[in-house]
Structures are given as C-alpha cells and as structure tokens.
C-alpha cells in the first residue's frame, strides 16, 4: 500500500512541475523543481507582506499610472528553506513600473513559512492576485481551485 502511495504521489508531483503558468516567465529560480499548490499545508507569507507590497505600491514618489481597471497575478514559488522568488506573471494591468516594482518586492522576502508534506518542508508555488479599480487595489492569494489551467505549448 505504501508503495502504492509513494508511486501515485511521484506521478502527481512530476506531473505537477511547474515551468510558468502564465507567459511571461523568469529564470530566477529555473533551477527549483516546484509543486503547484502542493502539501498538507501550502506556503504563507512572512508577517509584513501584506505592509511592504502596501507600502511600495502607495509611497511611490512618482505614483502609479495604469490605462484601466486590470489584474496582475504573480506566480511565486516558495522554496523549502521559506525563500521566494516569482516564477511567472500575468500582467492584464499593463503598468510595467508597478509590476517590476511588486516582483522586486515578492523576490526580496525572505522567511516564508514553506509547504509541508509528510511533515517536511517542500518547494511550492502560489498565485497571487492583484485586482485594481480605478483608483483602489485588492490582493489576495488564490486558493487551489480558482487557479487557472495552464494551456499546454
């Protein structure tokens, strides 16, 4: 049985590999192999995220432009000693100085709490959704269902 288990489990990991689920890819940490959205308990961020991606996002000296309402959503994948760096992003925003500012942000964090399985640490990514409006922003992480399906190449 356990073997069994072990087997089926290879299966869905190599399966699971991820290579970018969206377009625009980086190398940054090409030599990681990640499992999308895997463990008993999926990534978290430190304490501060939530503040820093406010602060670059707002205290921009310059501000921000973007033409209209819009998404970007970052694809991060945290390492099994809590490092991350961005895998992949969508930008449906279309505001390249704010993009890079919140990867340069995501990829600076350190202490990210990693994905368990089997009560050790692995290598897992996550999306990470930005809505914008007109004039107000939300970001919130994807939960396992709501990712959307990578189109095979």
């Avoid at 625009?24 to 501060?48: A, H, M, Q, V, W």
């Avoid at 995220?49 to 970052?74: C, D, H, M």
Wanted: proline share 6%; aromatic share 12%; glycine share 4%.
């Amino acid at each position: 049985m356990k073997i069994y288990l072990l087997l089926l489990l290879s299966i869905f990991t190599l399966s699971a590999h991820s290579q970018g689920l969206f377009e625009e890819k980086y190398d940054d940490c090409s030599s990681i192999k990640p499992c999308r959205y895997c463990g008993d308990t999926l990534p978290r961020p430190p304490i501060n995220f939530r503040e820093k991606i406010a602060q670059k996002i707002e205290t921009r000296p310059s501000g921000y432009s973007w033409i209209k309402p819009g998404k970007l959503l970052y694809e991060i994948l945290i390492d099994s000693t809590g490092h991350s760096c961005i895998v992949s992003i969508d930008d449906q925003l279309l505001c390249y100085e704010m993009k890079q500012d919140i990867l340069e942000v995501i990829n600076d964090m350190f202490r990210w709490k990693p994905a368990v399985l089997f009560g050790r640490p692995i290598n897992a990514t996550m999306v990470l959704q930005f809505d914008f409006g007109k004039t107000t922003y939300r970001m919130r992480f994807l939960e396992r269902n709501e990712v959307p399906i990578k189109k095979e190449e």
